[in-house]
């Protein structure tokens, strides 16, 4: 998806989609200038705040407090825009750095997610056990081949398809509003569940077969 000739080249990178690139260019944009101002602070920092943010999110979700995990997991996705937006203004752009960025990515959704699953069995919600673990571990495994499945076919020259709205912000944007949610309707972190279950999986399918079918 190509970057508007008007848009400021440290605001997005070109892999960004959708939810993700609006979250980088009306959220984060508001934040980053402010850090830039402050020599001390670097991407790396931020990186590691932001996922730590989101893992303490998780554990805050496993133990009932919805709307608390939906806000730190908020403030943690608009800072995971952050730290890519800092290295670009300050020129601190390192292949080590966006490793460094996918991986604990992985930690914290990964958390987020195990924090849902906590949070609905002690609610408890209106499934079996075995049918809330099936999902959980779904939602986990399809969350992380949505990113690889597309790393991999890249590295192989393959053409994965068209940009999904499977992403990583979609994903998050999903949970973190199921969370706020849940003050109002204890269940409807189920919702997003199922969703997390299906549609990131959906993609992954669709995928394989896509070039399986080549």
Known sequence: MPRPADMPAWLTKPSDRFVLKWIKCHLSARVTPRLEAVPAI???MVTVFSAALGVVAGAVFAMGWGAVAGALAGVAQVLD????QLARLTGRQTRGGALLDSVLDRYADGAMVLGLVVYLFRLPAPIPVWLLLALGFLAIAGSGNVSYSSARAESLGLDSGP???ASKGTRTTV???????????PLLPLAALIYLALHPNA???S?????WGR
């Open 81 to 84: 825009g952050v730290d890519g």
């Open 203 to 205: 993609v992954v399918v």
């Open 42 to 44: 670097r991407p790396w």
């Open 175 to 185: 949970m973190v509003l199921s969370a706020l949610g849940s003050a109002l309707w």
């Open 163 to 165: 940009p999904t709205l």
């Open 207 to 211: 995928r394989i077969l896509r070039v």
